[in-house]
Nanobody, 122 residues
Framework: QVQLVESGGGLVQAGGSLRLSCAASGRTFSSYRMGWFRQAPGKERAFVAAISWNGGRTYYADSVKGRFNISRDNAKNTVYLQMNTLKPDDPAVYYC???????????????WGQGTQVTVSS
């Protein structure tokens, strides 16, 4: 099992940047593929980005491609989401997620953090 704790959310102006962090504890961090999802009020939770166990491969939703960057530091048991050029469509609760690296399915994750709120002011 793995426990996930997000941090770094907050209020930012449109066009600004934020970096989210997700600290993992429990099983060996490099055993997991990691991801970020978000859920806006009244909407379903949506995939944002994912990263392979060693950081060699990354995947992004079309809505954030070119603006967001996912990375991980296995020595620190942490995954990051650098969000740039934030838009009015980006506000949501952002969730960190993990899944065993051997499990198939890019969007299938088994472990979730409690989320961190991102708000964008115009």
């Amino acid at each position: 099992q793995v426990q996930l704790v997000e941090s770094g959310g907050g209020l930012v102006q449109a066009g600004g940047s934020l970096r989210l962090s997700c600290a993992a504890s429990g099983r060996t961090f490099s055993s997991y593929r990691m991801g970020w999802f978000r859920q806006a009020p009244g909407k379903e939770r949506a995939f944002v980005a994912a990263i392979s166990w060693n950081g060699g491969r990354t995947y992004y939703a079309d809505s954030v491609k070119g603006r967001f960057n996912i990375s991980r530091d296995n020595a620190k048991n942490t995954v990051y989401l650098q969000m740039n050029t934030l838009k009015p469509d980006d506000p949501a609760v952002y969730y960190c997620a993990a899944v065993d690296l051997h499990k198939p399915g890019l969007y299938e994750f088994d472990y979730w953090g409690q989320g961190t709120q991102v708000t964008v002011s115009s």
